[in-house]
Protein backbone atom coordinates (compact mmCIF):
# COMPACT_ATOMS: atom_id res chain seq x y z
CA UNK A 1 0.00 0.00 0.00
CA UNK A 2 1.21 3.46 -1.05
CA UNK A 3 0.53 6.42 1.14
CA UNK A 4 1.06 10.22 0.92
CA UNK A 5 -0.57 13.30 1.41
CA UNK A 6 -1.85 15.95 -0.52
CA UNK A 7 -1.05 19.61 1.43
CA UNK A 8 1.30 20.14 -0.50
CA UNK A 9 2.47 22.71 -3.31
CA UNK A 10 3.15 20.47 -6.23
CA UNK A 11 4.48 22.33 -9.25
CA UNK A 12 4.51 20.90 -12.76
CA UNK A 13 6.26 21.56 -15.42
CA UNK A 14 3.77 20.58 -18.35
CA UNK A 15 0.64 21.88 -16.72
CA UNK A 16 -1.40 20.41 -13.35
CA UNK A 17 -1.64 16.89 -13.95
CA UNK A 18 -0.15 14.28 -11.45
CA UNK A 19 1.68 12.41 -14.38
CA UNK A 20 4.09 15.34 -15.21
CA UNK A 21 7.51 15.93 -13.61
CA UNK A 22 6.86 17.77 -10.74
CA UNK A 23 8.31 19.70 -7.23
CA UNK A 24 6.89 18.78 -4.01
CA UNK A 25 7.48 21.31 -1.36
CA UNK A 26 5.16 21.12 1.88
CA UNK A 27 2.75 23.90 2.01
CA UNK A 28 3.81 24.94 5.30
CA UNK A 29 7.35 26.00 4.07
CA UNK A 30 5.67 28.33 2.07
CA UNK A 31 6.41 31.52 3.76
CA UNK A 32 8.16 33.99 1.48
CA UNK A 33 7.54 35.42 -1.83
CA UNK A 34 10.49 34.83 -3.39
CA UNK A 35 9.92 30.89 -2.77
CA UNK A 36 6.24 30.74 -3.75
CA UNK A 37 7.43 33.19 -7.06
CA UNK A 38 9.66 30.00 -7.76
CA UNK A 39 6.73 27.56 -7.75
CA UNK A 40 4.36 29.58 -9.71
CA UNK A 41 6.17 31.22 -12.77
CA UNK A 42 7.18 27.77 -13.97
CA UNK A 43 3.55 27.03 -14.50
CA UNK A 44 3.40 29.23 -17.42
CA UNK A 45 6.27 28.95 -19.03
CA UNK A 46 6.95 31.37 -21.75
CA UNK A 47 3.49 33.55 -20.74
CA UNK A 48 4.35 32.95 -17.11
CA UNK A 49 2.55 35.73 -15.14
CA UNK A 50 4.55 36.32 -12.07
CA UNK A 51 2.69 36.99 -8.60
CA UNK A 52 3.68 40.29 -7.30
CA UNK A 53 6.76 41.00 -5.25
CA UNK A 54 5.36 41.09 -1.79
CA UNK A 55 2.34 38.40 -2.81
CA UNK A 56 1.35 36.33 0.68
CA UNK A 57 -0.12 33.24 1.12
CA UNK A 58 -3.37 33.72 4.09
CA UNK A 59 -2.28 32.05 6.81
CA UNK A 60 -5.45 30.54 6.93
CA UNK A 61 -5.18 28.66 4.21
CA UNK A 62 -2.38 27.04 5.25
CA UNK A 63 -4.35 25.34 8.08
CA UNK A 64 -6.81 23.79 5.70
CA UNK A 65 -7.17 19.98 6.63
CA UNK A 66 -4.71 17.66 4.69
CA UNK A 67 -6.43 15.25 2.30
CA UNK A 68 -4.30 12.15 2.37
CA UNK A 69 -4.23 9.87 -0.34
CA UNK A 70 -3.72 5.69 -0.59
CA UNK A 71 -3.02 2.95 -3.17
CA UNK A 72 -4.63 -0.17 -2.17
CA UNK A 73 -2.93 -3.73 -3.79
CA UNK A 74 -4.84 -3.70 -6.56
CA UNK A 75 -4.66 0.08 -7.89
CA UNK A 76 -7.38 1.49 -6.10
CA UNK A 77 -6.81 4.79 -4.15
CA UNK A 78 -8.68 5.77 -0.99
CA UNK A 79 -8.59 9.70 -0.36
CA UNK A 80 -10.09 10.86 2.99
CA UNK A 81 -10.39 14.62 4.00
CA UNK A 82 -11.02 14.13 8.19
CA UNK A 83 -13.16 16.88 9.94
CA UNK A 84 -15.22 16.20 13.63
CA UNK A 85 -18.60 17.16 12.23
CA UNK A 86 -20.87 13.46 13.68
CA UNK A 87 -21.41 12.41 9.74
CA UNK A 88 -19.46 11.72 6.79
CA UNK A 89 -19.73 11.36 3.04
CA UNK A 90 -18.13 8.24 1.34
CA UNK A 91 -18.16 7.59 -1.97
CA UNK A 92 -16.42 5.79 -5.58
CA UNK A 93 -15.68 8.43 -8.49
CA UNK A 94 -15.20 6.47 -11.24
CA UNK A 95 -12.86 7.27 -14.19
CA UNK A 96 -15.43 6.45 -16.61
CA UNK A 97 -18.66 8.27 -18.70
CA UNK A 98 -20.34 8.65 -21.87
CA UNK A 99 -17.05 9.78 -23.87
CA UNK A 100 -15.64 5.92 -23.29
CA UNK A 101 -19.11 3.80 -25.00
CA UNK A 102 -19.19 3.33 -28.65
CA UNK A 103 -22.60 4.33 -30.23
CA UNK A 104 -24.43 0.90 -30.08
CA UNK A 105 -23.25 1.42 -26.05
CA UNK A 106 -24.37 5.24 -26.04
CA UNK A 107 -26.12 5.08 -22.95
CA UNK A 108 -24.70 2.42 -20.74
CA UNK A 109 -23.39 4.25 -18.28
CA UNK A 110 -26.50 5.65 -17.30
CA UNK A 111 -28.41 2.96 -17.65
CA UNK A 112 -26.23 1.09 -15.15
CA UNK A 113 -26.85 4.42 -12.77
CA UNK A 114 -29.72 3.36 -12.48
CA UNK A 115 -29.67 -0.40 -12.33
CA UNK A 116 -27.46 0.20 -9.79
CA UNK A 117 -29.92 0.54 -6.92
CA UNK A 118 -32.05 -2.49 -8.33
CA UNK A 119 -31.06 -4.73 -6.18
CA UNK A 120 -27.73 -7.11 -5.47
CA UNK A 121 -26.94 -10.93 -4.89
CA UNK A 122 -27.52 -10.65 -1.14
CA UNK A 123 -29.83 -7.71 -1.20
CA UNK A 124 -33.42 -7.22 -2.39
CA UNK A 125 -34.21 -3.42 -4.12
CA UNK A 126 -36.75 -3.68 -0.60
CA UNK A 127 -34.02 -5.10 1.63
CA UNK A 128 -31.33 -1.99 0.14
CA UNK A 129 -34.17 0.60 0.19
CA UNK A 130 -35.10 -0.10 4.10
CA UNK A 131 -31.35 -0.10 4.89
CA UNK A 132 -30.57 3.17 3.54
CA UNK A 133 -33.83 4.80 5.44
CA UNK A 134 -33.38 2.90 8.53
CA UNK A 135 -29.54 4.27 8.60
CA UNK A 136 -31.03 7.93 7.41
CA UNK A 137 -28.83 7.68 5.26
CA UNK A 138 -28.48 9.61 1.81
CA UNK A 139 -27.63 7.60 -1.36
CA UNK A 140 -27.29 9.21 -4.48
CA UNK A 141 -25.12 8.57 -8.07
CA UNK A 142 -24.82 10.56 -11.25
CA UNK A 143 -23.24 10.76 -14.79
CA UNK A 144 -21.15 13.05 -16.88
CA UNK A 145 -19.78 12.70 -19.90
CA UNK A 146 -15.87 11.60 -18.08
CA UNK A 147 -16.92 10.33 -14.76
CA UNK A 148 -19.11 8.33 -12.96
CA UNK A 149 -20.40 8.72 -9.19
CA UNK A 150 -21.57 6.38 -6.49
CA UNK A 151 -21.92 8.08 -2.98
CA UNK A 152 -23.51 8.20 0.31
CA UNK A 153 -23.86 10.26 3.66
CA UNK A 154 -24.83 9.07 6.97
CA UNK A 155 -23.60 9.20 10.75
CA UNK A 156 -19.83 8.19 11.59
CA UNK A 157 -20.82 5.25 12.83
CA UNK A 158 -22.54 4.05 10.01
CA UNK A 159 -19.90 4.33 7.65
CA UNK A 160 -18.84 0.93 7.59
CA UNK A 161 -21.99 -0.15 6.68
CA UNK A 162 -22.64 2.37 4.31
CA UNK A 163 -19.28 1.49 2.45
CA UNK A 164 -19.50 -2.45 2.03
CA UNK A 165 -23.04 -1.46 0.96
CA UNK A 166 -21.56 0.55 -1.86
CA UNK A 167 -19.16 -2.11 -2.70
CA UNK A 168 -22.34 -4.72 -2.81
CA UNK A 169 -24.30 -2.80 -5.34
CA UNK A 170 -20.99 -1.76 -7.70
CA UNK A 171 -19.28 -5.77 -7.38
CA UNK A 172 -22.55 -7.49 -6.91
CA UNK A 173 -25.97 -5.32 -8.76
CA UNK A 174 -28.35 -7.68 -10.28
CA UNK A 175 -28.44 -6.42 -13.63
CA UNK A 176 -31.39 -8.89 -14.91
CA UNK A 177 -33.12 -9.13 -17.90
CA UNK A 178 -36.53 -8.00 -15.83
CA UNK A 179 -34.76 -5.46 -13.98
CA UNK A 180 -33.53 -3.77 -17.30
CA UNK A 181 -36.67 -3.89 -19.41
CA UNK A 182 -38.73 -2.54 -15.99
CA UNK A 183 -36.02 0.47 -16.20
CA UNK A 184 -36.37 1.20 -20.02
CA UNK A 185 -39.91 3.10 -19.64
CA UNK A 186 -38.32 5.05 -16.32
CA UNK A 187 -34.95 6.14 -18.40
CA UNK A 188 -37.51 7.25 -21.82
CA UNK A 189 -39.90 9.14 -19.01
CA UNK A 190 -36.60 10.78 -17.63
CA UNK A 191 -35.83 11.41 -21.33
CA UNK A 192 -39.00 13.42 -22.11
CA UNK A 193 -38.52 15.63 -18.87
CA UNK A 194 -35.51 16.40 -20.16
CA UNK A 195 -36.03 17.55 -23.30
CA UNK A 196 -38.90 19.77 -21.69
CA UNK A 197 -35.48 21.47 -20.19
CA UNK A 198 -34.22 24.16 -22.91
CA UNK A 199 -30.60 24.26 -21.45
CA UNK A 200 -30.12 20.87 -21.30
CA UNK A 201 -31.39 20.20 -24.82
CA UNK A 202 -29.44 23.07 -26.18
CA UNK A 203 -25.70 22.18 -24.66
CA UNK A 204 -26.57 18.79 -25.83
CA UNK A 205 -27.00 20.19 -29.49
CA UNK A 206 -23.81 22.08 -28.43
CA UNK A 207 -21.94 19.11 -27.97
CA UNK A 208 -23.20 17.09 -30.97
CA UNK A 209 -22.27 20.17 -33.09
CA UNK A 210 -18.81 20.90 -31.62
CA UNK A 211 -17.91 17.70 -30.87
CA UNK A 212 -19.54 15.87 -33.75
CA UNK A 213 -17.95 12.54 -35.07
CA UNK A 214 -15.71 12.42 -32.00
CA UNK A 215 -16.73 10.70 -28.22
CA UNK A 216 -17.76 14.17 -26.67
CA UNK A 217 -20.12 14.37 -29.00
CA UNK A 218 -22.54 11.81 -27.85
CA UNK A 219 -25.46 12.32 -24.98
CA UNK A 220 -25.35 11.17 -21.49
CA UNK A 221 -28.77 9.49 -21.67
CA UNK A 222 -28.53 8.04 -25.46
CA UNK A 223 -30.76 7.93 -27.98
CA UNK A 224 -34.12 6.24 -27.58
CA UNK A 225 -33.18 3.20 -30.10
CA UNK A 226 -30.29 2.36 -27.19
CA UNK A 227 -32.77 2.78 -24.18
CA UNK A 228 -35.13 0.52 -25.91
CA UNK A 229 -31.76 -2.30 -27.30
CA UNK A 230 -29.30 -2.38 -24.41
CA UNK A 231 -29.10 -5.77 -23.34
CA UNK A 232 -27.48 -7.34 -19.85
CA UNK A 233 -24.44 -8.01 -21.86
CA UNK A 234 -23.99 -5.11 -23.08
CA UNK A 235 -24.28 -3.34 -19.79
CA UNK A 236 -21.99 -6.15 -18.11
CA UNK A 237 -19.40 -5.55 -20.75
CA UNK A 238 -18.90 -1.72 -20.26
CA UNK A 239 -18.16 -2.28 -16.32
CA UNK A 240 -15.73 -5.23 -17.21
CA UNK A 241 -14.26 -2.82 -19.68
CA UNK A 242 -14.19 0.18 -17.97
CA UNK A 243 -15.50 -0.15 -14.19
CA UNK A 244 -11.39 -0.99 -12.75
CA UNK A 245 -9.77 -0.77 -9.62
CA UNK A 246 -7.22 1.62 -11.15
CA UNK A 247 -9.70 4.37 -12.47
CA UNK A 248 -11.55 4.25 -9.09
CA UNK A 249 -11.25 6.76 -5.98
CA UNK A 250 -13.11 5.48 -2.59
CA UNK A 251 -13.27 9.11 -1.36
CA UNK A 252 -14.06 9.86 2.23
CA UNK A 253 -14.92 13.31 3.71
CA UNK A 254 -15.92 14.20 7.08
CA UNK A 255 -15.87 12.35 10.70
CA UNK A 256 -13.44 9.04 9.06
CA UNK A 257 -9.89 8.71 9.77
CA UNK A 258 -8.12 7.65 6.89
CA UNK A 259 -6.83 4.54 8.19
CA UNK A 260 -9.95 3.38 8.67
CA UNK A 261 -11.42 3.79 5.34
CA UNK A 262 -8.36 2.03 4.08
CA UNK A 263 -8.98 -0.70 5.75
CA UNK A 264 -12.70 -0.67 5.00
CA UNK A 265 -11.71 -0.01 1.28
CA UNK A 266 -9.25 -3.04 1.36
CA UNK A 267 -12.12 -5.19 3.15
CA UNK A 268 -14.67 -4.55 0.84
CA UNK A 269 -13.00 -3.32 -2.62
CA UNK A 270 -9.41 -5.23 -2.18
CA UNK A 271 -10.85 -8.41 -3.88
CA UNK A 272 -11.72 -6.40 -7.48
CA UNK A 273 -9.27 -8.11 -9.45
CA UNK A 274 -6.65 -5.66 -11.15
CA UNK A 275 -6.89 -5.08 -14.82
CA UNK A 276 -3.78 -6.88 -16.79
CA UNK A 277 -3.04 -3.78 -18.78
CA UNK A 278 -3.93 -0.72 -16.92
CA UNK A 279 -4.66 1.81 -18.94
CA UNK A 280 -5.57 5.34 -18.14
CA UNK A 281 -8.38 7.52 -19.03
CA UNK A 282 -5.89 9.71 -20.68
CA UNK A 283 -4.09 6.67 -22.61
CA UNK A 284 -7.97 6.34 -23.98
CA UNK A 285 -8.96 9.54 -24.98
CA UNK A 286 -5.75 9.89 -26.65
CA UNK A 287 -6.46 7.04 -28.98
CA UNK A 288 -9.79 8.27 -29.78
CA UNK A 289 -9.18 12.31 -28.96
CA UNK A 290 -12.02 14.78 -29.19
CA UNK A 291 -11.76 18.74 -31.18
CA UNK A 292 -14.38 21.13 -32.05
CA UNK A 293 -15.06 21.26 -35.58
CA UNK A 294 -16.42 24.37 -36.50
CA UNK A 295 -20.14 24.66 -37.31
CA UNK A 296 -23.60 25.39 -35.98
CA UNK A 297 -27.14 23.67 -35.61
CA UNK A 298 -30.34 25.62 -35.54
CA UNK A 299 -33.51 24.46 -34.53
CA UNK A 300 -36.45 26.47 -35.11
CA UNK A 301 -39.62 26.28 -32.92
CA UNK A 302 -41.44 28.96 -33.54
CA UNK A 303 -43.94 27.78 -30.42
CA UNK A 304 -41.36 28.59 -27.88
CA UNK A 305 -41.67 31.12 -25.60
CA UNK A 306 -37.73 32.54 -26.16
CA UNK A 307 -35.00 32.54 -28.75
CA UNK A 308 -31.75 30.61 -26.74
CA UNK A 309 -28.50 30.98 -28.52
CA UNK A 310 -24.73 29.14 -27.32
CA UNK A 311 -21.56 29.92 -28.49
CA UNK A 312 -18.58 28.39 -27.80
CA UNK A 313 -14.98 28.14 -28.91
CA UNK A 314 -12.57 25.24 -28.06
CA UNK A 315 -10.07 25.52 -24.95
CA UNK A 316 -8.26 23.08 -23.43
CA UNK A 317 -8.49 20.17 -21.09
CA UNK A 318 -8.54 20.47 -17.23
CA UNK A 319 -4.84 20.03 -16.63
CA UNK A 320 -3.28 22.58 -18.75
CA UNK A 321 -1.45 25.44 -17.62
CA UNK A 322 -4.41 27.70 -19.18
CA UNK A 323 -7.13 26.30 -17.35
CA UNK A 324 -6.71 28.31 -14.32
CA UNK A 325 -7.06 31.77 -16.67
CA UNK A 326 -10.15 30.60 -18.44
CA UNK A 327 -11.81 29.86 -14.81
CA UNK A 328 -10.73 33.69 -14.46
CA UNK A 329 -11.96 34.75 -17.66
CA UNK A 330 -15.49 33.00 -17.03
CA UNK A 331 -15.53 35.04 -13.84
CA UNK A 332 -14.72 37.97 -15.31
CA UNK A 333 -17.77 37.73 -18.11
CA UNK A 334 -20.18 36.00 -15.33
CA UNK A 335 -23.64 36.67 -15.85
CA UNK A 336 -26.99 38.35 -15.76
CA UNK A 337 -30.47 37.90 -15.52
CA UNK A 338 -33.02 41.23 -16.54
CA UNK A 339 -35.28 39.81 -13.29
CA UNK A 340 -32.86 39.87 -11.01
CA UNK A 341 -32.56 42.29 -7.98
CA UNK A 342 -29.62 43.86 -9.77
CA UNK A 343 -31.01 44.85 -12.44
CA UNK A 344 -28.13 47.65 -14.36
CA UNK A 345 -26.20 47.99 -11.04
CA UNK A 346 -23.47 46.00 -12.64
CA UNK A 347 -19.72 46.99 -13.94
CA UNK A 348 -19.58 43.62 -16.17
CA UNK A 349 -19.25 44.92 -18.89
CA UNK A 350 -21.08 42.22 -21.02
CA UNK A 351 -23.67 42.29 -18.49
CA UNK A 352 -24.29 45.88 -19.12
CA UNK A 353 -24.47 45.80 -22.89
CA UNK A 354 -27.24 42.90 -22.75
CA UNK A 355 -28.67 45.13 -20.33
CA UNK A 356 -28.96 47.27 -22.97
CA UNK A 357 -29.95 45.14 -25.53
CA UNK A 358 -34.06 45.02 -25.27
CA UNK A 359 -33.96 41.17 -26.75
CA UNK A 360 -31.91 40.00 -24.04
CA UNK A 361 -33.54 38.12 -21.09
CA UNK A 362 -30.65 36.29 -19.47
CA UNK A 363 -26.98 35.21 -20.04
CA UNK A 364 -24.35 32.69 -18.46
CA UNK A 365 -21.00 32.16 -19.44
CA UNK A 366 -19.57 28.24 -19.00
CA UNK A 367 -16.49 27.15 -18.91
CA UNK A 368 -16.68 23.49 -19.70
CA UNK A 369 -13.46 21.22 -19.08
CA UNK A 370 -12.39 17.68 -20.16
CA UNK A 371 -9.21 15.36 -20.26
CA UNK A 372 -7.96 16.94 -23.75
CA UNK A 373 -10.31 19.85 -24.56
CA UNK A 374 -12.94 22.11 -24.03
CA UNK A 375 -15.58 24.38 -24.37
CA UNK A 376 -15.55 28.35 -23.58
CA UNK A 377 -18.44 30.18 -23.93
CA UNK A 378 -21.50 32.17 -23.37
CA UNK A 379 -25.13 31.02 -23.24
CA UNK A 380 -27.97 33.77 -24.16
CA UNK A 381 -31.78 33.65 -23.71
CA UNK A 382 -34.17 36.00 -25.45
CA UNK A 383 -37.31 36.77 -27.44
CA UNK A 384 -36.17 36.19 -30.58
CA UNK A 385 -37.62 39.06 -32.37
CA UNK A 386 -33.83 40.75 -33.17
CA UNK A 387 -30.90 38.61 -31.98
CA UNK A 388 -28.04 40.76 -33.62
CA UNK A 389 -26.92 42.82 -31.17
CA UNK A 390 -27.55 39.67 -28.29
CA UNK A 391 -24.88 37.94 -30.33
CA UNK A 392 -22.38 41.13 -31.37
CA UNK A 393 -22.15 41.50 -27.34
CA UNK A 394 -21.44 37.92 -26.95
CA UNK A 395 -18.96 37.78 -29.22
CA UNK A 396 -17.14 41.13 -28.71
CA UNK A 397 -16.98 40.80 -24.75
CA UNK A 398 -15.58 37.49 -25.25
CA UNK A 399 -12.84 38.83 -27.64
CA UNK A 400 -12.54 41.86 -26.31
CA UNK A 401 -9.97 40.48 -23.67
CA UNK A 402 -7.37 40.28 -26.35
CA UNK A 403 -6.73 43.76 -26.44
CA UNK A 404 -8.27 45.58 -23.22
CA UNK A 405 -8.40 44.22 -20.12
CA UNK A 406 -10.19 46.76 -16.93
CA UNK A 407 -7.19 45.86 -14.11
CA UNK A 408 -10.43 46.22 -11.27
CA UNK A 409 -12.98 44.26 -13.13
CA UNK A 410 -9.97 41.50 -13.35
CA UNK A 411 -9.46 42.17 -9.77
CA UNK A 412 -13.31 41.61 -8.60
CA UNK A 413 -13.43 38.37 -11.04
CA UNK A 414 -10.27 36.86 -8.77
CA UNK A 415 -12.25 37.17 -5.38
CA UNK A 416 -15.53 35.53 -7.25
CA UNK A 417 -13.95 33.11 -8.17
CA UNK A 418 -11.67 32.47 -5.04
CA UNK A 419 -15.34 33.22 -2.80
CA UNK A 420 -17.28 29.94 -5.52
CA UNK A 421 -14.21 27.43 -5.16
CA UNK A 422 -14.94 28.44 -1.09
CA UNK A 423 -18.30 27.39 -1.41
CA UNK A 424 -18.13 24.55 -2.93
CA UNK A 425 -16.15 22.73 0.04
CA UNK A 426 -18.98 23.59 2.36
CA UNK A 427 -20.28 20.11 3.39
CA UNK A 428 -18.79 16.91 3.33
CA UNK A 429 -20.63 15.87 0.31
CA UNK A 430 -19.07 19.69 -1.66
CA UNK A 431 -15.17 18.41 0.17
CA UNK A 432 -15.71 14.97 -0.85
CA UNK A 433 -17.00 15.55 -4.49
CA UNK A 434 -14.07 18.16 -4.96
CA UNK A 435 -11.47 14.88 -3.48
CA UNK A 436 -12.83 12.88 -6.10
CA UNK A 437 -12.99 15.12 -9.31
CA UNK A 438 -9.19 16.17 -8.83
CA UNK A 439 -7.98 12.87 -7.94
CA UNK A 440 -9.58 11.86 -11.64
CA UNK A 441 -8.78 14.68 -13.19
CA UNK A 442 -5.23 16.25 -11.80
CA UNK A 443 -4.11 12.81 -9.81
CA UNK A 444 -3.74 14.65 -6.67
CA UNK A 445 -5.76 17.23 -4.92
CA UNK A 446 -4.80 20.73 -4.88
CA UNK A 447 -5.10 22.65 -1.94
CA UNK A 448 -6.37 25.77 -1.46
CA UNK A 449 -3.16 27.94 -0.88
CA UNK A 450 -2.24 26.58 -4.58
CA UNK A 451 -5.56 27.32 -6.23
CA UNK A 452 -5.46 30.70 -4.73
CA UNK A 453 -1.47 31.55 -6.03
CA UNK A 454 -2.85 30.00 -9.31
CA UNK A 455 -5.34 32.65 -9.72
CA UNK A 456 -3.70 35.46 -8.23
CA UNK A 457 -1.04 34.61 -11.32
CA UNK A 458 -3.43 35.64 -13.65
CA UNK A 459 -3.05 38.94 -14.90
CA UNK A 460 -4.07 40.84 -17.92
CA UNK A 461 -1.28 39.55 -20.49
CA UNK A 462 -2.55 36.17 -19.42
CA UNK A 463 -5.88 37.48 -20.48
CA UNK A 464 -4.83 38.56 -23.66
CA UNK A 465 -2.80 35.52 -24.34
CA UNK A 466 -5.78 32.98 -24.22
CA UNK A 467 -8.12 34.74 -26.70
CA UNK A 468 -5.65 35.54 -28.75
CA UNK A 469 -4.41 31.75 -28.79
CA UNK A 470 -7.98 30.52 -28.93
CA UNK A 471 -10.26 32.64 -30.23
CA UNK A 472 -9.32 35.05 -32.20
CA UNK A 473 -9.73 33.87 -35.87
CA UNK A 474 -10.28 30.67 -34.39
CA UNK A 475 -13.61 28.07 -35.00
CA UNK A 476 -16.11 28.29 -33.44
CA UNK A 477 -19.48 26.04 -32.61
CA UNK A 478 -23.41 27.26 -32.52
CA UNK A 479 -26.53 26.19 -31.08
CA UNK A 480 -29.26 27.77 -31.39
CA UNK A 481 -32.94 26.88 -30.76
CA UNK A 482 -36.35 28.01 -30.10
CA UNK A 483 -38.08 31.41 -32.22
CA UNK A 484 -34.35 31.41 -34.13
CA UNK A 485 -35.90 33.34 -37.31
CA UNK A 486 -33.62 36.33 -36.31
CA UNK A 487 -30.27 34.57 -35.39
CA UNK A 488 -27.31 35.58 -37.35
CA UNK A 489 -26.00 32.60 -39.54
CA UNK A 490 -22.67 31.43 -38.48
CA UNK A 491 -20.37 33.39 -41.31
CA UNK A 492 -21.98 36.39 -39.49
Same mark, same amino acid.
Given at each position: ?????????????????????? /????????????????? $????????????????????????????????????????????? $???????????????? &?????????????????????? /?????? &?? &????????????????????????????????????????? #???????????????????????????????????????????????????????????? /????????????????? $????????????????????????????????????? #???????????????????????????????????????????????????????????????????????????????????????????????????????? $????????????????????? &???????????????????????????????????????????????????????????????????????? /??????????
Amino acid at each position: MVQWQSKLLSVHARGMAGSSVQ /RVIPVSSVGSSGLLQSL $VKPLFGSFKSPLPPDYKVDPVLLSQVPTKVSQLSNGMRVATETSK $VGTATVGVWIDAGTRY &ESAKLNGAAHFLEHLIFKGTSK /RTQRAL &EV &EVENLGAHLNAYTSREQTVYYARALKADIPQVTELLSDILQ #NSSVTDEAIDRERDVILREMQEVNGMPEEVLFDYLHATAYQNTPLGKTILGPEENVRTLK /RADLMDYVNTHYKPHRM $VLVGAGDIEHEELVKLGEKFFGNMPAAPVAQSAVELC #NQDPAFLTGSMVNIRNDDMPDAHLAVAFETCGWAHPDAPAFMVMQSLLGGWDRASAIGDVTSNKLAAAMNATTDAHRYVTFNTSYTDTGLFGVYAVGDGLDLDE $VAYAMMTHMIGPSSEVDESAL &EIAKQALKTSLLSNLEGTTGIAENIGRQLLVYGRCIPLAEWFARIDAVDAPALKRIVNKYFYDREIAIAAMG /RTHSVPDYSW
